[in-house]
């Protein structure tokens, strides 16, 4: 395993060493250049694919920061206009030369003489992509580009009073940890007449979406932008019917475990009733478990933590560290959610969040830094094309570091019950994660089948949905106006539409890894790290292969997961 990793920003040998995207007018040579380019045996072909290589390296760095500097501050209207620029100005002029030099790539004589396995999976996506490029997505695709920007922009001016305070809503929620269970109810109630007053401006956004969306799949000839998006994504294997199957196996293998679960929590918090304000908070005597206190204290105890694990981890984060590629802490202005950006041309990632000193804090930073770690592992492939991982794969890798820290949060907790209490906390959200996941993936199915509905029919779907994957325990009377809205904080379905159900196959995977790091530590890291090394150069069944997992969501091997969490929580 590499213990030595020290990421060096790649070097140019095409585009001028001071080479900055500014305007279409200084790129558009160097697409011209490739274009143009005479390639008269395999060694030009390869020289040219490098420096496609570099160029894409270049411009999708640059996009990369222009988003990072904006959702790391809303507020400022020159960081929102430099990332608009790129989408409107440069982007859309990418895209036929993107077409042409794919056509090219697919089209040369000395394509068939590349090694068909090390690119058969770059050489099937570029295929994807002639395949589904239409001139007339140009201006919708970029249009979307800034629209699904606004989501972040709304959400980040969320924020409620509480005691002469102001809490941006991630703030906030570190009050449903409170003994005080007038005082959760009071904050959950906030927060959601918080998101009551932005439920309008964001359903019409969302209807705009909806409809650009699919007006882009009728005229790539697709039926509907499910339809497209599967094949966008290139989900080569498996299918619609495969994501049915997950939702029906979420409800018979899993609700009934988030049940249990739920019907534990009320009966150590001694209710009559569990509320939805209720699932976070510990007895009467029992403090909220309190991880760190601070951003810098968050990344310093995961560097330890990450060093008993494996040192290799522990130095991804010190380097991102030194180069300042962390923003950690919550603030007002600051977009919602949690990040890791992939750095092209730098290698070094960059990690954004929102800490506000909970345990589900520790659990994002290590999930983000589980992806950082593929960032570093697949840095050293020759080709940026050959670092764009599936995310079935890209969530295994964060979704199972979370599991495999668990043994080394020592240095978040000084004593063994907090420990023990952190770890039931995160395989309970192992488990209770699983029917939202479906929930979420079950409406956009039907969103984008049925794309000209009215809201009244999108908010009485949403409603049926949700319940069909509710647990039973949790008493939501009287809530239906907040319920009607839940599904407006998952930021995936304006931001990244059908990226959701990754998760749940990824989840499983996880899953799959920690058994094996349970019976051979050094194996199950080996096997990590060998799968996320290979990248995207195999097929998605290949690198689930090569970290010695099942690429497999069958109700039965479900159930099989769900048993060995369910005895690892009991034995706890």
């Not at 919708?140 to 409620?160: C, D, N, P």
């Not at 499910?226 to 094949?231: A, E, L, P, S, T």
Request: aromatic share 12%.
């Amino acid at each position: 395993m590499p213990l030595n990793i020290n990421i060096k920003k790649l070097s140019r040998n095409f585009l001028p060493l001071e080479f900055t995207v500014t305007t279409w007018d200084k790129l558009e040579p160097y697409f011209k250049n490739l274009v143009d380019r005479i390639i008269n045996s395999k060694e030009d072909l390869e020289q040219w694919l490098l420096d496609l290589s570099e160029l894409e390296a270049v411009v999708s760095e640059d996009a990369c920061w222009r988003q990072i500097k904006m959702t790391c501050d809303t507020t400022d209207k020159s960081l929102e206009e430099a990332f608009t620029f790129f989408c409107m100005e440069i982007q859309p002029k990418i895209q036929p030369y993107a077409d042409l030099l794919n056509k090219k790539l697919i089209h040369n004589q000395f394509t068939k003489q590349l090694d068909q396995t090390k690119y058969f999976t770059y050489l099937r996506g570029v295929k994807k992509n002639i395949d589904l490029f239409r001139e007339a997505n140009i201006p919708i695709q970029a249009e979307l580009s800034v629209l699904q920007q606004q989501y972040g922009a709304i959400a980040g001016k969320m924020t409620v009073e509480f005691e002469g305070k102001e809490y941006t809503l991630q703030q906030a929620s570190k009050f449903l940890e409170s003994k005080d269970r007038s005082v959760r109810e009071t904050m959950y109630k906030k927060i959601q007449e918080r998101r009551l007053q932005d439920a309008n401006e964001l359903q019409n956004l969302f209807t705009i979406l909806i409809s650009k969306r699919n007006t882009i799949a009728i005229n790539a000839g697709f039926k509907n932008y499910r339809d497209f998006k599967f094949v966008d994504l290139g989900r080569f294997d498996y299918t619609k019917e495969d994501c049915y199957q997950f939702h029906e196996a979420v409800k018979q293998h899993i609700l009934p475990l988030v049940n249990k679960i739920y019907a534990k929590k009320q009966a150590q918090l001694g209710l009559t009733t569990l509320q939805p304000w209720d699932t976070e908070a510990e007895p009467i005597g029992v403090e909220p478990l309190k991880p760190f206190k601070t951003a810098k204290d968050l990344y310093e105890k995961t560097v330890q933590c990450f060093e008993q694990l494996d040192p290799f981890f522990a130095n991804c984060l010190r380097q991102m560290n030194e180069l300042k590629h962390f923003d950690l802490e919550s603030r007002k202005g600051k977009a919602p959610g949690g990040y890791n950006c992939p750095l092209a041309e730098s290698g070094a990632p960059f990690i954004f969040m929102n800490a506000t000193g909970q345990m589900s804090d520790v659990t994002t930073m290590v999930h983000e830094g589980g992806h950082a770690i593929h960032s570093f592992l697949s840095h050293h492939l020759e080709l940026c094309a050959f670092k764009e991982y599936p995310m079935e794969i890209a969530e295994v890798a964060s979704m199972a570091m979370e599991l495999f820290s668990m043994d080394y949060w020592h240095s978040f907790f000084d004593n063994e019950a907090e420990l023990k209490r952190a770890k039931e906390h995160q395989l309970e959200r192992t488990i209770t994660i699983f029917p939202w996941i479906a929930t979420i993936d079950k409406f956009q199915h039907w969103i984008y089948e049925n794309p000209t509905h009215s809201e009244e029919e999108r908010t009485n779907k949403w409603m049926e949905i949700v319940q069909e994957f509710s647990s039973d325990v949790i008493d939501f009377t009287g809530l239906d106006e907040y319920r009607k809205i839940s599904w407006q904080k998952q930021l995936h379905l304006f931001e990244v539409p059908f990226y959701y159900i990754e998760y749940g196959i990824a989840q499983l995977g996880a899953i799959g890894l920690w058994m094996q790091f349970k019976q051979n530590k050094k194996q199950a890291l080996n096997n990590y790290t060998n799968a996320l090394s290979l990248g995207g150069t195999k097929t998605l069944p290949e690198l689930y292969n090569a970290a010695g997992l099942q690429f497999n969501f069958t109700p039965a091997y479900i159930q099989q997961l769900m048993d060995f969490v369910s005895n690892e929580m009991e034995h706890l």
